[in-house]
């Protein structure tokens, strides 16, 4: 008994010990100094190691028996969203790469990566085959069912090359529309469409646990068109169908994939497309998520959409030589107001205010009225400055960034301008005072 104890106290040590590793080279090496990994879950990534990127751009991480099976992210650079890719890991090899800027990941060694990176090339080999036919009008159809043979058999090799694998729900989740009969290319291409998520199960965690569903949904929404409808409608009934598909799996899954799509809208301003979203799903998965907070930021920006009246506020202006208080709304008279979010103590600001009120000396009289929103932690140096621009309507943000009217509008630095039409509702939120002026000088483009 002695003897097997001992023997197991010396084991158990060797087995926690027990290591695999995922090493590679980043080139050129100039251009990468740490490599981040995670594991990759359906809900959140988790943070596991980092390495140091060599002056040769070798890095290596150790993985011991505490590190499971799964999809693992390497991240490069930052932002982290947009520089990384997934590494299938399956607890029983070791995993070697090569990464360049331009051409991506190459696994040199690894059974299951190169395996689906072997399916990835040869699948888009005869897609492109199918496409090449199509392009050039052929007629023989005989060649055509050809390259679907080849398709067919690629797909099932690899679906049985891959049996017991985790890339197997990959492979099979990737499985194209094979037509049985020979079509034209209208009705193949709409067949595509129609069946694209056949093989696409929203509910299996290995692909939850990846980056694959986020990058199907995306190629759908914006790669699916249609020649009866313009483009922000099409990209809605595209996220229609997505949709569909998607409300097999948990409402986190759903929020987080939904929520990528939303943001993605809102970065091209596409503010019409992220309020749909919104509106018609994320704001009630919200809601029953209890998830406060992206329910209140989904709130904000609809209230800062263009087209939007801007929200209210209390303001003073003189009047038959007296102070009155005014709200927003009541303003008349000019063709167009800017609200400028500043602060005495920013030095942007003291840049770009003078800029501001130049410029409107410039503009014909009362073709535009400024809102100046001072936010400040005191209101001394603040008042001192308003006299310098006496044209300006001047309110005092008090709190400075804990101030309402800041809230309201969603102010995270200064100086921030909106630009309202003569019945205040916003049509342009310029990134700084140079795009402000080429609005006015014809130039819509933020």
């Not at 023997?7 to 590793?21: D, E, G, K, V, Y």
């Not at 914006?222 to 922000?232: A, I, N, P, R």
């Not at 300006?392 to 309202?420: C, M, Q, R």
Request: negative net charge.
């Amino acid at each position: 008994m002695y003897k097997r104890l001992l023997f197991l106290t010396f084991l158990l040590p060797s087995l926690l010990l027990a290591q695999h590793s995922i090493k590679g080279v980043f080139s050129p090496a100039k251009d990468y100094n740490f490599a981040l990994l995670y594991k990759v879950n359906p809900t959140i990534s988790d943070y596991v190691t980092n390495a140091e990127i060599q002056k040769d751009g070798s890095f290596e991480f150790k993985l011991d028996s505490t590190h499971t099976k799964g999809t693992y992210r390497l991240v490069y650079a930052v932002p982290q969203e947009d520089y990384n890719f997934d590494i299938i890991y399956n607890g029983k090899e070791d995993i070697e790469l090569a990464f360049n800027s331009e051409t991506g990941v190459e696994f040199k060694k690894s059974t299951e990566n190169k395996l689906l990176a072997s399916y990835t090339n040869s699948m888009s080999m005869v897609t492109q085959s199918i496409g090449n036919y199509f392009s050039q009008e052929s007629k023989d159809t005989t060649a055509l069912k050809a390259i679907f043979k080849t398709q067919r058999e690629t797909q099932a090799n690899f679906e049985k090359a891959a049996t017991g694998t985790r890339a197997l729900a990959f492979i099979k989740a990737n499985k194209p529309y094979i037509p049985k009969k020979i079509e034209g290319v209208k009705t193949y291409i709409s067949n595509l469409k129609k069946h694209y998520f056949d093989f696409v199960d929203f509910n299996n965690p290995i692909l939850q646990s990846s980056s694959f569903l986020e990058e199907r949904m995306l190629n759908y929404v914006f790669g699916m068109s249609s020649e009866s409808k313009d483009e922000l409608e099409n990209y809605k009934e595209n996220i229609d169908v997505v949709y569909g598909h998607m409300k097999i799996a948990p409402k986190k899954v759903q929020r987080i994939l939904l929520f990528d799509l939303w943001q993605q809208m809102a970065d091209l301003k596409y503010e019409s497309v992220s309020n749909y979203i919104a509106e018609t799903y994320l704001m009630d998965i919200a809601v029953n998520l209890n998830d406060q907070q992206l329910l209140q930021s989904l709130i904000l920006y609809k209230n800062l959409s263009k087209g939007t009246v801007a929200p209210n506020f209390d303001l003073e202006i003189k009047e038959n030589g007296k102070l009155v208080t005014k709200k927003l709304t009541d303003l008349k008279g000019a063709e167009n107001y800017i609200i400028v979010f500043w602060s005495s103590t920013c030095s942007h600001c003291l840049d770009e205010i003078p800029q501001l009120q130049t410029f409107l000396g410039s503009l014909e009289k009362n073709k535009v009225k400024i809102v100046a929103v001072g936010l400040e932690d005191e209101p001394y140096g603040w008042k001192n400055l308003t006299f310098d621009y006496p044209y300006f309507i001047h309110v005092y943000g008090e709190g400075k960034w804990e101030n309402k009217i800041g809230d309201a509008y969603g102010v995270s630095s200064t100086p921030t301008y909106f630009i309202l039409d003569k019945d205040k509702k916003i049509v342009a939120k310029p990134l700084n005072f140079d795009v402000l002026k080429a609005y006015f000088e014809g130039d819509e483009e933020e």
